[in-house]
């Protein structure tokens, strides 16, 4: 007999997200994906400025908000054709690769990482056992018995007082948790460690970008920030010496922890290599631009076709028409006024249209994206593929070490196909940052060399012409592909549409009743126990959701939209 499974919320930290499964045999058969907020940041930005919209855009989540000005910015100006100076390029790229590796770290550590990990196991751990396994691993400093103790003993605490703090309303003793006692307590501990690591990467955020989370100095046409080697008032390279001991500090744990925690958990959890495949069908971009037009990377991207490597199609710059003609979105399953099928981002519209939840009618305020007609997967698998594809080597050597290391642990030869799955976006995720940490270096030498050069341009002064021009900008976010697309006449935004990763992959059904990533990748997933749908959030966490991004609210009568009270 089937069961119906609601999850509403399944994050309160990045929007609201509502899941919907049905299970039978202990598997599930359906699954709903539902955005539960309305969009309409895009409707505020009609009439305004363009050079005012990376400030407002950014506004779409506390969390991914560098990703928005960014792309903001480079939407305009791709529409302008305006070229940006080098210097501008790099500081740009430092911030959204010091963010990307914020969020990476967070994302597996704070917001998934208790999907695998049971913490009240740890107390059963014997700390020397776990520093013996943790120091053979790496040589990350905090993997001591001495500190191990201290996080048992702590834990100790919590669970004595009866309040479990952050670690409250885990699924703990599930029958799907499998991991040893030590290795929970290794976990638990490297959790306290990130909160600390973490901040490294929001310091060289706050830095470059003048303020943060909502950086404060990018602008069309390039950044504010004035260089100088000497003054004291402007970005001198004392601070950037600061940025360059913290990019260290990152370094460290994304190799010596992070992709390390990622492997093991991997390694206990096989089964889930072969869990959560969905689509296959990857779409990613170039980023880390090098030049002021967008036209060399550092890190490749492309379409992918069925998971096969061997159809790697290339997108090369910012003005590549292939990404460009490709993207369509529906809004057939959607909250919003439709009928006229898939629309291109230039003549998208964003009208609500509320019904309730139809399971075969509208049921998301999410619209539905696709690449020629197909819904894709985005995120850090579909980059990590794009970039094996593309044959970029430090990528490949860091998936080639993380799959060794889940091999030898899961004891049992693991390869590249694995990836193709729940925890295989993990591993994605940690490969990920650890390429952006060495280009994080890569970008801040090269900063440096260019100011030696007396190379100090930041700002190119954009000039905004009469009648009609369009323009869209992308970022390999760290959820994957964002994009945004404006439309502007006589100087004002006339129409403007954000198309966000979070879009793609927690997309409704589209035109044809496809069904998008979460959808697609949730079935035949197994569930133990359907009061405790554990399995259900490591899939749909492992693409780590931002409703905030895919979905928005605003009310222009004022009136009061939520409330909440604490009990």
Not at 21 to 48: C, F, H, P, T, Y
Not at 458 to 481: D, L, M, Q, S, Y
Not at 483 to 508: E, L, R
Request: proline share 5%; charged share 20%.
């Amino acid at each position: 007999m089937s069961k119906r499974v609601t999850i509403d919320p399944v994050t309160r930290i990045e929007g609201h997200l509502r899941v919907d499964v049905e299970v039978d045999a202990g598997r599930v058969k359906k699954a709903w994906a539902s955005g539960q907020m309305w969009r309409g940041v895009e409707n505020i930005l009609v009439g305004r400025d363009p050079r005012d919209a990376w400030a407002i855009t950014q506004r779409i989540c506390g969390v991914c908000t560098t990703v928005h000005a960014i792309c903001s910015v480079r939407a305009v100006e791709n529409a302008l054709q305006l070229e940006i100076p080098v210097n501008a390029q790099y500081i740009r790229n430092l911030i959204v690769l010091a963010h990307a590796i914020h969020d990476h770290i967070v994302h597996f550590y704070h917001l998934s990482a208790l999907d695998w990990v049971d913490v009240t196991s740890a107390l059963k751990a014997d700390p020397k056992k776990a520093s013996s396994l943790a120091e053979s691993l790496s040589n990350w400093s905090g993997n001591s018995a001495s500190e191990f103790t201290k996080v048992r003993d702590r834990l100790s605490g919590f669970v004595g007082t009866g309040q479990l703090g952050i670690f409250t309303n885990g699924y703990w003793g599930h029958p799907a948790m499998k991991l040893p006692p030590e290795v929970n307590l290794i976990a638990t501990a490297h959790y306290l460690q990130a909160l600390e690591i973490q901040r490294y990467a929001s310091k060289i955020v706050a830095v470059l970008g003048s303020k943060s989370p909502h950086i404060q100095n990018v602008a069309v046409g390039g950044v504010a920030n004035a260089l100088a080697i000497d003054s004291q008032s402007v970005l001198t390279v004392e601070r950037l010496l600061a940025v360059k001991e913290w990019i260290e500090k990152l370094n460290d744990f994304v190799k010596n922890v992070y992709l390390v925690d990622v492997a093991v958990v991997g390694g206990f959890y096989p089964e889930w290599t072969k869990i959560g495949r969905g689509i296959v069908d990857y779409i990613s971009v170039p980023d880390i631009p090098l030049d002021g037009k967008g036209t060399q990377f550092a890190l490749p991207g492309g379409h992918i076709a069925g998971g096969d490597l061997s159809t790697f199609k290339e997108i090369t710059n910012f003005n590549d028409t292939y990404f460009r003609d490709g993207v369509a979105e529906s809004v057939k399953h959607s909250w919003y006024e439709g009928g006229k099928g898939p629309l291109h981002p230039y003549q998208g519209e964003t009208k609500p249209e509320y019904t309730d939840f139809q399971d075969n009618g509208k049921y998301s305020w999410l619209k539905s994206p696709t690449f020629y007609g197909k819904p894709m997967q985005v995120g850090p698998l579909p980059r990590v593929a794009a970039m094996v594809a593309a044959k970029h080597e430090p990528t490949i050597a860091y998936a080639t070490k993380a799959l060794d290391l889940v091999s030898t642990v899961a004891k049992t030869k693991v390869g590249l196909d694995a990836l193709h799955s729940t925890i295989g976006r993990h591993a994605a995720r940690a490969v990920s940052a650890a390429v952006q940490v060495d280009e994080l270096a890569r970008q801040w030498d090269l900063l440096l060399a260019n100011m030696a050069k007396g190379d100090l341009k930041t700002f190119n002064k954009p000039v905004f012409p009469k009648g009609e021009i369009a323009g869209v900008g992308f970022h390999e976010a760290p959820r994957g592909v964002l994009s945004h697309w404006v439309v502007i006449d006589d100087g004002k935004i006339k129409n403007y549409q954000c198309v966000v990763p979070t879009t793609w992959n927690a997309a409704p059904r589209n035109e044809k009743d496809e069904p998008g990533a979460y959808e697609a990748c949730l079935l035949d997933t197994p569930v133990a126990v359907p009061d405790q749908p554990l399995e259900v959030l490591r899939t749909v966490h492992s693409f780590d959701p931002c409703l905030a991004c895919a979905v928005h609210i605003v009310d222009e009568e004022n009136n009061e939209v939520v409330k909440v009270k604490a009990a």
